[in-house]
């Protein structure tokens, strides 16, 4: 019965870490697409977020809302092959605000370089840093907590290495702030391809949980 119970857990996890994967790719390519569409935001200077102000700001509201899908998508497949312990709940609660935040960011628009300050910018900054913070905190703990997650065991070092790399964008970023002479679009694009590479990797690894399962139990029988 418990055999049973961990196959369909392990089926829900394949198929909700799919979804995240393929949520992450079609997001860098909704990213690209915006860049070529607005070569007049700097990818080293604007914020992503400048993108959702202004022509074209449809498809920045439905990459956020994407963001916001696909890392749902993952924490689903996270519990649904896993009995978490308290560290990866909390890994996993920091990683769903993550979330949750992403998607809100396409009801408050930001306040794009040399625009005047409003209530819907400063929600947009609250709501973004409480997100960053979130990811970077919680696949932190999450990869602390993967040896205990068989099928991400063998990917643990470099779960552990991508959210340990992206302290330094972060703290780069809120030194730097988003002033026109600033490289924090860059820091910010950099926190962000580490933190969508960090749930890439989970989501693939936990797409082929089964095949993991197997060479793993091969490989103790031996």
């Given at each position: 019965m418990s055999s049973q119970a961990a196959d369909r857990g392990l089926a829900r996890a394949r198929t909700w870490a799919r979804l995240a994967a393929a949520g992450v790719l079609v997001y860098v390519l909704v990213d690209a697409v915006l860049a070529l569409l607005r070569p007049g935001l700097s990818l080293l200077h604007n914020p992503e977020s400048d993108y959702g102000v202004g022509p074209f700001f449809w498809l920045m509201d439905?990459?956020?809302?994407?963001?916001?899908?696909?890392?749902?998508c993952l924490v689903v497949a996270i519990v649904s092959c896993w009995r978490p312990?308290?560290?990866?709940?909390?890994?996993?609660?920091?990683?769903?605000?993550w979330g949750v935040f992403s998607a809100l960011l396409a009801v408050f628009p930001d306040d794009p370089l040399g625009t005047p300050a409003t209530a819907s910018g400063a929600i947009h900054l609250v709501l973004a840093l409480l997100a960053f913070l979130g990811a970077l905190v919680g696949t932190i703990l999450l990869s602390l907590a993967a040896g205990h997650l068989p099928p991400l065991q063998g990917v643990r070092g470099r779960l552990l290495a991508l959210s340990l790399l992206a302290v330094v964008p972060l703290l780069a970023l809120l030194r730097a702030g988003f002033r026109a002479e600033s490289l924090g679009g860059l820091y910010e694009r950099i926190f962000l391809a580490l933190e969508l590479a960090w749930i890439l990797v989970t989501a693939l690894t936990l797409?082929?949980?089964?095949?993991?399962?197997?060479?793993?139990?091969?490989s103790s029988a031996g």
């Open positions: 439905l990459n956020f809302l994407l963001r916001g899908a696909l890392t749902l312990s308290p560290l990866a709940r909390l890994g996993a609660l920091l990683l769903a605000v797409a082929r949980g089964r095949q993991l399962e197997v060479q793993e139990g091969t």
